[in-house]
């Protein structure tokens, strides 16, 4: 295993846990203190721990280089792909960002059929990256 960049934080979450990242520096025009993503990844924590969902689990991210495009969240999970939204509004989007994950919870590959995509999701994806091959040996050098 690839050591820990310094001051990084390193941590293992079950195979079985997903976890809804939400960037949390983006700021909205000149006022630094408007951040919109810390705003919702707080109240995605408080909803979930009103409501937990089984194996659900949301982190705050330094940044998701998505600036462009703020509110950015990922879905993820071990041995599953990846999805990275932006453009989530706060106001409107917060059952569904947990609905995403529920669906995306319940898939063994990730892959949410469209259909069951919420809109943020059909509209907002930035990127879908394939999960890391966890079974295989690094090439030689």
């Avoid at 079985?16 to 909205?28: A, D, G, K, P």
Wanted: aromatic residues 6%.
């Amino acid at each position: 295993m690839t050591p820990p960049i310094e001051g990084q934080e390193v941590f293992r979450v079950p195979q079985s846990c997903t976890t809804i990242f939400v960037c949390v520096s983006c700021r909205q025009g000149d006022d630094a203190d408007n951040r919109p993503g810390m705003g919702f990844y707080e109240a995605l924590r408080d909803r979930l721990a009103e409501t937990p969902q089984a194996g659900i689990r949301v982190e705050p991210v330094d940044c998701l280089a998505v600036c462009k495009r703020p509110v950015t969240v990922a879905l993820a999970g071990a041995g599953k792909w990846l999805y990275v939204a932006g453009d989530v509004d706060p106001a409107a989007h917060l059952d569904d960002v947990i609905a995403a994950a529920t669906s995306y919870a319940a898939t063994g590959n990730g892959i949410i059929p469209w259909r069951e995509r919420p809109t943020f999701l059909r509209k907002g994806v930035i990127s879908r990256t394939p999960p890391l091959p966890a079974d295989r040996e690094p090439p030689a050098a």
